[in-house]
């Protein structure tokens, strides 16, 4: 599981156009290692990277992930070019702000394709070669709303919640080969996460919701002033997996650490008072 350092290390990354994964791929680059970066648009990937990177050891390549023939030719793909497969990152996904009523089926589909099946396509190509070689790492970027949930933010936190607990199942699974696993959890960081481009709205949207609408617009003015800083938050997940420790959940922010800490008392206060009637439906003792 240790960091090889007799060569460049061979990064898979997915979602790198914009936001944090453009970062991790120009941070990634500059240390000299192996990427390939898989994005929807080639083009913008290479010019968000701007020149301000080697590109020689870049392979970009243009991935649906929601076809799964499509994210297998891009790991063979990494493996015929670099020699194999060390890291791999889930990073691709969206924002949705809509109430659960006015989410559409369509837009449930879309969003869970990407975020959880997306995922496990990447994860059903790379995990063969890194449990055979007994040794690589998964980082899976969630979110605090992958803790916790919010009004408005219904769908986004549905699939965060269900790549946590698919996170927390490899990790059991990946720790006898030497496969590390972590779970990444952002707070706000200052990407293109809050824009019209990147931020989905409901074709639906009902006037039921006033407050939802009134987020909407605030999270969208918020864009270009959030907390987190994009560059720092790259740089913390890539020295989290070269130090190979680390604990399974990685928070990112402050803001993101006070939404943890509200949920989990929160959770606490709900354990508390249900521990006298929890009990109540088990059978007798023998």
């Known amino acids: 599981m240790t ?27 500059e240390r000299g290692d192996s990427v390939a970066a898989t994005t929807r648009s080639r083009e913008r ?59 559409s089926d369509r837009e449930v589909r879309d969003m869970l ?7 496990w396509n990447v ?14 790492h998964v980082v899976n970027i969630s979110s605090v709303l992958g803790l916790t949930a919010v009004p408005g933010w219904g769908l986004y936190c549905a699939g965060k919640f269900a790549l946590e607990g698919l996170s927390e199942a490899l990790a059991a ?29 409901p074709t639906g949207a009902t006037t039921h919701y006033p407050a939802i609408r009134e987020m909407t617009a605030s999270h969208l003015k918020l864009s270009g002033g959030q907390l987190g ?14 130090a190979g420790d680390g604990p399974l959940r990685q928070l990112l922010g402050s803001d993101a650490h006070s939404y943890a800490t ?10 508390e008072a249900t521990a006298l009637t929890a009990p109540a439906t088990d059978f007798p003792a023998a």
Do not use: H
């Not at 394709?113 to 995922?119: R, S, Y």
């Open 45 to 103: 990937l290479l010019a968000g990277l701007g020149g301000r990177a080697d590109t020689a050891r870049l392979l970009p390549l243009t991935v649906d992930l929601r076809e799964e023939a499509e994210v297998r030719q891009a790991v063979l793909e990494t493996t015929e070019r670099f020699g194999g497969l060390d890291r791999v990152v889930n990073n691709a996904g969206y924002g949705f702000l809509a109430a659960v009523e006015e989410t």
């Open 123 to 136: 994860l059903r190509a790379a995990l063969p070669i890194l449990r055979e070689q007994r040794s690589g």
């Open 229 to 242: 800083d994009p560059v720092k938050g790259a740089a913390a997940i890539i020295s989290q997996v070269v």
């Open 173 to 201: 699974e990946m720790a006898d080969f030497g496969v590390k696993v972590t779970i990444v959890e952002p707070g706000y960081f200052r990407t293109a996460f809050l824009t019209p481009d990147a931020l989905a709205l």
């Open 3 to 29: 960091f090889p350092t007799e060569r460049p290390a061979i990064w898979l990354v997915t979602g790198t156009s914009r936001g944090l994964g453009l970062e991790l791929v120009r941070q990634l680059l």
């Open 113 to 119: 394709d990407v975020q959880v099946a997306g995922v």
């Open 262 to 271: 509200a949920k989990i008392e929160a959770l606490r206060a709900n354990l």
